[in-house]
């Protein structure tokens, strides 16, 4: 039998010359076999053979076979399906069953509390009426402004301006001194004064009511009145124009813009120009603490008969684009007041460490 045997698998290796790779002899072999009933063979996979050393080397565990793919089927499924976006919620619970529980530390407490002003005063004036009285003829309020040692709003905000404030003031300074020169940067100073200072006298001459038609006309031409035109429809009732306040009891004066109803409110209204746009409050740095001064100071004013209770705010641009109004209530007005207050006091304080002699 075993000479049989050695014929047949002959025989099938001549018929599979050059085909080493072959399987068809084993599998011949394995059916002769099945049929003796000494010998009982179990068929086995099937195996390639390769003459490559590189094959024959032990292959490379994967390391994703240590994955635990049971603990991570819910989260691959949720990612593969096409079911509703996950919550936060869901989210967060994945999150600890794959890394546990989040340890969570307190937050570090502040032994800083918030600030508040030491002396507190009010913003309004509880003894006057919201709604002022009707001007005379002679037109608004236009109070000049004494010379005399009283600080002014702008000074103290000046001399109170965080580091923050004072450091990227100084960085804008340096660059444009390093792009422009020293004298060029002087005569860029000296035009954005004129510029604002020709602006607020053509906003005067507008909202005057002894204006004459040539004048307003020329002032049409400038691209920050053109800036402000949607603003001006919104503007009656005007109260005051370029007048002077003073704050006895704070000791502050200021020159305030004007006083008018806006939107039928009426308010106390600072007029800014821009280069950059400042669609936000916040890119109005301290205006409206500027704002909220000088509402403090007429509210408490006894050249004043009326209450200002909101504030008006309005960027304007040269290239004629629309100003951006950033309006003010009287719950943001009192916020406002507030920080003035800290730094009235912070200037207060500041001149009074001066003023004291230092030991020799």
């Known amino acids: 039998m075993r000479s049989g045997l050695r014929n047949v698998v002959v025989s099938q290796t001549r018929e599979s010359e050059g085909e080493s790779l072959n399987m068809k002899p084993l599998l011949t072999i394995c059916r002769l076999l099945r049929h003796l009933n000494r010998f009982s063979v179990k068929p086995s996979p099937l195996v390639s053979f390769s003459t490559s050393s590189?094959?024959?080397?032990?292959?490379?565990?994967?390391?994703?076979?240590?994955?635990?793919?049971?603990?991570?089927?819910?989260?691959?499924?949720?990612?593969?399906s096409k079911g509703p976006a996950q919550t936060p919620e869901s989210l967060f619970k994945e999150d600890d069953v794959l890394f546990g529980p989040v340890c969570k530390h307190r937050a570090p407490e502040k032994n800083e509390p918030a600030r508040v002003p030491e002396n507190w005063f009010p913003i309004f004036n509880e003894q006057r009426s919201g709604k002022p009285h009707p001007r005379a003829s002679s037109g608004p309020l236009k109070i000049p402004l004494q010379r005399h040692e009283t600080p002014s709003v702008t000074r103290i905000l000046q001399q109170t301006m965080t580091p923050e404030q004072?450091?990227?003031?100084?960085?804008?300074?340096?660059?444009?001194?390093?792009?422009?020169?020293?004298?060029?940067?002087?005569?860029?100073?000296?035009?954005?004064?004129?510029?604002?200072?020709?602006?607020?006298?053509?906003?005067e001459s507008i909202l005057s009511p002894q204006e004459d038609l040539e004048r307003r006309e020329e002032h049409?031409?400038?691209?920050?009145?053109?800036?402000?035109?949607?603003?001006?429809?919104?503007?009656?009732?005007?109260?005051?124009l370029e007048s002077a306040v003073q704050h006895e009891a704070l000791k502050y004066v200021g020159m305030l813009d004007c006083v008018a109803e806006y939107q039928g409110k009426l308010c106390l209204i600072d007029?800014?120009?821009?280069?950059?746009?400042?669609?936000?409050?916040?890119?109005?740095?301290?205006?409206?603490?500027?704002?909220?001064a000088y509402?403090?100071?007429?509210?408490?004013?006894?050249?004043?008969?009326?209450?200002?209770?909101?504030?008006?705010?309005?960027?304007?641009?040269?290239?004629?684009?629309?100003a951006h109004p950033h309006f003010m209530d009287e719950e943001l007005c009192s916020k406002y007041w507030a920080k003035w207050l800290l730094r009235l006091e912070e200037y207060t304080e500041k001149q009074k460490n001066q003023s004291i002699p230092k030991p020799d």
């Not at 990227?168 to 954005?192: C, H, P, V």
């Not at 669609?279 to 704002?291: A, E, G, K, M, S």
């Open 54 to 80: 590189y094959l024959c080397r032990q292959k490379k565990k994967n390391p994703y076979e240590t994955v635990d793919q049971g603990k991570y089927s819910r989260l691959v499924r949720s990612v593969l």
């Open 166 to 203: 004072s450091f990227f003031l100084e960085r804008w300074k340096q660059r444009m001194i390093l792009e422009l020169g020293e004298d060029g940067f002087a005569e860029y100073t000296s035009n954005t004064f004129l510029q604002g200072k020709q602006f607020h006298e053509a906003l």
């Open 220 to 240: 049409l031409q400038s691209g920050y009145i053109k800036s402000v035109q949607h603003i001006l429809k919104e503007i009656s009732g005007v109260q005051a």
């Open 271 to 292: 007029w800014k120009t821009s280069e950059k746009p400042k669609p936000f409050i916040q890119n109005t740095y301290d205006n409206p603490l500027q704002v909220v």
């Open 295 to 322: 509402m403090g100071a007429v509210n408490h004013d006894a050249h004043y008969s009326f209450q200002v209770q909101c504030g008006l705010i309005v960027v304007a641009y040269k290239d004629g684009s629309p």
